[in-house]
Nanobody, 130 residues
Framework: QVQLVESGGGLVQPGDSLTLSCRVSGFASANYATGWFRQAPGKEEREWIATVGDIAGNNNYADFTKGRFAIARNSGENMVTLQINNLKPEDTAVYYC??????????????????????WGQGTQVTVSS
């Protein structure tokens, strides 16, 4: 059974940096892609942020991230992180990681909407406020 557990959220001030972590377990191999999404207060849909695949450099970002976000995968620890720099109040949201099995080396450029991911974590709250 695949499980994802997010951590690292909290209350931060504008301009701060934060790294969220997602521990992934239950996949039979390393051939899976992991995405980060967020759901802002009052919004129904989860907004895609970034996706990372199973090999180095195989990642993709939403346009709004504009270099402030960085996704990384540590396969040895089954961990995927999302670093967010220069946090803004509009970054306030519940942040989710999600995963889906892929064929080895599958380009993640095509993995960017919530319906493509099979397994989800419970989310971690990030609040940006002074």
């Amino acid at each position: 059974q695949v499980q994802l557990v997010e951590s690292g959220g909290g209350l931060v001030q504008p301009g701060d940096s934060l790294t969220l972590s997602c521990r992934v377990s239950g996949f039979a191999s390393a051939n899976y892609a992991t995405g980060w999404f967020r759901q802002a207060p009052g919004k129904e849909e989860r907004e895609w942020i970034a996706t990372v695949g199973d090999i180095a450099g195989n990642n993709n970002y939403a346009d709004f991230t504009k270099g402030r976000f960085a996704i990384a995968r540590n396969s040895g620890e089954n961990m995927v992180t999302l670093q967010i720099n220069n946090l803004k109040p509009e970054d306030t949201a519940v942040y989710y990681c999600a995963a889906v099995g892929i064929t080895p080396g599958w380009p993640v450029v095509s993995l960017y909407w919530a319906g493509q991911f099979d397994d989800w974590g419970q989310g971690t709250q990030v609040t940006v406020s002074s």
